[in-house]
């Protein structure tokens, strides 16, 4: 059974800084891509950060460059999403995704953690 759980939220004053870690059990790294997503109340959901499982290339929103990093670690089935100079606009609840490179494979999410960002 597959299983991603985020953790790591919390409230910060703006200009701070989190990191999310989602711990991913029952799959292979390899055969997905790993996500971030986030989503605001009233908003739709938007990916924040990509990071393949065969490559370790990584794409950002516009949005965040800059600001975030994503990393992996594959003995630890574990994805991080380092959160620095954290503005308002970043507060979402944010969701870890996994998308399968394979059409066998299903995608998977974890249920979000809350980031707040305020003084």
């Known amino acids: 059974q597959v299983q991603l759980v985020e953790s790591g939220g919390g409230l910060v004053q703006p200009g701070g800084s989190l990191r999310l870690s989602c711990v991913a059990s029952?799959?292979?790294?390899?055969?997905?891509?790993m996500n971030w997503y986030r989503q605001a109340p009233g908003k739709e959901r938007e990916r924040v950060a990509r990071?393949?499982?065969?490559?370790?290339?990584?794409v950002y929103a516009d949005s965040v460059k800059g600001r975030f990093t994503i990393s992996s670690d594959s003995a630890k089935n574990t994805v991080y999403l380092q959160m620095s100079s954290l503005k308002p606009e970043d507060t979402a609840v944010y969701y870890c995704?996994?998308?399968?490179?394979?059409?066998?494979?299903?995608?998977?999410w974890g249920r979000g953690t809350q980031v707040t960002v305020s003084s």
């Open positions: 995704m996994a998308s399968p490179y394979s059409n066998d494979l299903s995608t998977y």
């Open positions: 029952g799959l292979a790294f390899s055969s997905y891509s």
């Open positions: 990071i393949s499982g065969r490559t370790g290339s990584t």
